[in-house]
């Protein structure tokens, strides 16, 4: 809804001052119709008008001469007006009034009353129209009155235009959601066999990974209204606010059925309900998720002669929904939509750039697998940051280049070549880039070193080491962990060997170290000293909510030092690497500091076997 300008609201009020301002302009002082005839007798009057019976006139003001009239002031207004009713038969004041050279003026019936109306029903039909916009928003959206409306987007036919051929990367989610479109096209089918839709489907990812667009895509491909809503806008600070809005939200489903409900966001709306008075509960969001339970307990989407109704929802954070709309009957069926594959990628990557002008040199092949990790919406990210590079170098067309800066600035943020970097500095942040360079090759790391780089970054990096998996694993063993514990400790290990100390450059480096080291001996049972047991439980992806496990300090401090011994085992393995390369990380460090960027075959030449 527009927001209403202040003015709008003084507005009538102004109009009704100004009309009883202009009713009660020129009234002037009650006169009897004796005295009137006495005044007009005595040239004491300037002009009247004739309203009907009424008669509104002037006095001369004092020292005022027939032929220089002078207005009266606003001070001697009031005193010079009079106001008098005139009797029905009497027809002596108009040939009075002539002979005594008073200006008269007649305001027929019909026009005073018109206009009287007209001021009177002006301010009541502005009043009346800030009323209705108040209860109804532009485009028929809830206004700032109808607290208790669904906020819910309908979206008709017309204006869904995504289907599953938009949808790449997520074929699994798919061809699982395929039987959803099934049941809204041919409902019958299920009735007659006794099968029940499932009243809930709760498509599960992280974000970015287009769990909205395959709702739409699945309204798209049934052809039925797709009603849109987020979790966040069912809750106001009133309470019953958001109860009330989830009933009107079903009734909006079943009028509009066949139709698609999709709720983005539900952990805003159903996160778990804590214990009753509990500090920090919130009365109102609790209201509101047990009127949801209730409705997705009493609506039947296949009742007879009633259409189909699919309520989806999305969440990036399912450990924090309540248990009881997980429960059968409600949210029943989940449909996770992860991070794709290298396959998924590419996929998805054909779909962005279907109209974005490509060279040939452009293999989408390689793109995607030098973006391991991209869920959907960082490759649509990627490929727009392309098109506007090419753009502003001013090419018709995109080429390989232009993937390769996008991808940097995604990852790394925007190039700053214009800071100003001590010499000294520089040459320390060149030695600790091939540090990790050399200790990621020579360490088993298993990820092959894509680019090396001392530009600055905006992200406040000074420089950054590019390592892509040379394939994609979902499991790792205690050696492959080691040996990224090596990659990441290698930049230290240089800046060690070389200047003999290290600098707060390896800051970051020493957390994801040490992360690794922790998960190694807490959670994956990899350590020899603390034994095959997880001693430490986080929140997991799919499960509930979970803190740390209660252990004795001994414990404790056995991991705490096996967690220290990891890392220093690592530091010294990388150390071992770089002395053994010296000479190789020395030609290295010297090609860097005058190209600033090493890749491709000039980077392979130090990092062969």
Same mark, same amino acid.
């Given at each position: ?11 009538? %009020? ?26 007009? =007798? ?21 020292? #005022?001469?027939? +032929?220089a009239a002078r207005p009266a002031r606003p001070s001697e207004r009031h005193q010079t007006t009079f106001t008098t009713a005139r009797p029905v038969d009497d027809d002596r004041l108009v040939p009075l009034l002539e002979e005594h050279g008073v200006r008269i003026r007649v305001i027929p019936k019909s026009d005073g009353s018109w206009m009287t109306w007209i001021w009177l029903l002006l301010p009541l039909l502005l009043?009346? !129209? ?40 997520? +074929? ?15 409902? *019958? ?7 029940? $839709?499932?009243?809930?489907? %709760? ?9 909205? %667009? ?6 798209? #491909?049934?052809r039925v209204p797709f009603i849109s809503i987020s979790g966040s806008e069912f809750v106001e600070m009133f309470v019953g606010v958001g109860a009330a809005r989830v009933r009107d939200l079903f009734e909006q489903a079943t009028q509009t059925a066949p139709a698609i409900v999709f709720i983005d966001e539900l952990d805003a709306l159903g996160r778990a309900r804590g214990p009753g008075n509990m500090p920090g509960s919130n009365e109102e969001r609790e209201q509101t998720l047990n009127q949801l339970l209730v409705e997705l307990d009493g609506f039947e989407p296949l009742g007879e002669g009633r259409g189909v ?44 750039? @279907? ?5 040939? !040199? ?15 919406? +960082? ?16 090419? *018709?067309?995109?080429? /390989? *280049? ?5 991808? *940097? ?28 360079? %050399? ?26 080491? /590019? ?11 205690? !050696? ?14 240089? #800046? #060690? ?17 040490? +992360? ?17 047991? !997880? ?39 990388? =150390?071992? $690497? ?5 000479? @190789?990380?020395? @030609? ?22």
């Amino acid at each position: 809804m527009p927001k209403i300008p202040r003015w709008w609201w003084i507005l009538p %009020l102004v109009l009704i001052a100004l009309f009883a301002s202009l009713q009660l302009q020129g009234t002037g002082r009650e006169m009897r119709y004796d005295e009137l005839l006495a005044k007009v =007798r005595a040239g004491e009057v300037r002009s009247v008008v004739l309203d009907g019976q009424t008669v509104r006139g002037e006095l001369r003001v004092d020292g #005022e001469s027939d +032929d220089a009239a002078r207005p009266a002031r606003p001070s001697e207004r009031h005193q010079t007006t009079f106001t008098t009713a005139r009797p029905v038969d009497d027809d002596r004041l108009v040939p009075l009034l002539e002979e005594h050279g008073v200006r008269i003026r007649v305001i027929p019936k019909s026009d005073g009353s018109w206009m009287t109306w007209i001021w009177l029903l002006l301010p009541l039909l502005l009043l009346l !129209s800030l009323f209705a916009r108040m209860q109804a928003g532009a485009g028929g959206a809830p206004g700032a009155m109808a607290f208790g409306k669904s906020k819910g987007k309908i979206f008709t036919q017309r204006d869904i235009s995504v289907n599953f051929d938009d949808v790449a990367g997520v +074929d699994e989610a798919k061809a699982e959601l395929r039987e959803v479109i099934d049941f809204l096209k041919n409902p *019958d089918k299920y009735r007659a066999l006794g099968a029940r $839709i499932p009243k809930g489907i %709760l498509l599960v990812g992280p974000p970015g990974t287009g769990k909205t %667009l395959l709702a739409r895509a699945v309204a798209g #491909e049934a052809r039925v209204p797709f009603i849109s809503i987020s979790g966040s806008e069912f809750v106001e600070m009133f309470v019953g606010v958001g109860a009330a809005r989830v009933r009107d939200l079903f009734e909006q489903a079943t009028q509009t059925a066949p139709a698609i409900v999709f709720i983005d966001e539900l952990d805003a709306l159903g996160r778990a309900r804590g214990p009753g008075n509990m500090p920090g509960s919130n009365e109102e969001r609790e209201q509101t998720l047990n009127q949801l339970l209730v409705e997705l307990d009493g609506f039947e989407p296949l009742g007879e002669g009633r259409g189909v109704v699919v309520i989806l929802a999305a969440t990036n954070r399912p450990e924090v929904l309540d248990p009881a709309l997980l429960r059968a009957g409600r949210f029943d069926r989940q449909v996770v939509v992860d991070r794709p594959d290298r396959i998924g990628r590419r996929m998805i990557l054909g779909v962005h750039t @279907r109209k974005v002008p490509l060279d040939p !040199s452009v293999d989408l092949e390689v793109v995607a697998q030098r973006t391991p990790g991209f869920a959907g919406a +960082d490759l649509a990210n990627l490929v727009n940051e392309a098109a506007l590079r090419a753009a502003r170098e001013g090419r *018709d067309v995109v080429i /390989m *280049d232009d993937f390769s800066h996008a991808q *940097d600035r995604v990852l790394a943020g925007l190039e700053q070549r214009s800071k100003l970097i001590d010499e000294e500095e520089r040459k320390r942040v060149a030695y600790h880039e091939c540090g990790h360079a %050399l200790a990621a090759r020579f360490g088993g790391s298993g990820t092959k070193v894509h680019k090396v780089s001392i530009v600055p970054r905006s992200v406040g990096a000074l420089g950054f080491t /590019m390592q892509l998996p040379e394939r994609e694993r979902r499991l790792f063993t205690r !050696s492959q962990l080691e040996a990224q514990m090596v990659a990441l400790v290698g930049g230290r290990a240089a #800046e #060690e060997l070389v200047f003999g100390e290290a600098s707060t450059g390896a800051a970051d480096d020493l957390r994801k170290v040490t +992360d690794l080291a922790r998960a190694m001996v807490l959670e994956h049972g990899l350590s020899e000293a603390v034994g095959p047991v !997880s001693i430490e439980r986080r929140t997991t992806y799919l499960g509930g909510l979970g803190g740390g496990v209660e252990v004795g300090g001994k414990t404790a401090d056995l991991a705490d030092a096996e967690v220290r011994r990891l890392v220093d085992e690592a530091l010294r393995r990388a =150390r071992n $690497i770089l002395e053994t390369h010296r000479e @190789r990380l020395e @030609r290295m460090v010297e090609v860097l500091l005058e190209t600033e960027v090493l890749e491709g075959d000039a980077l392979d030449e130090f990092l062969q076997a």
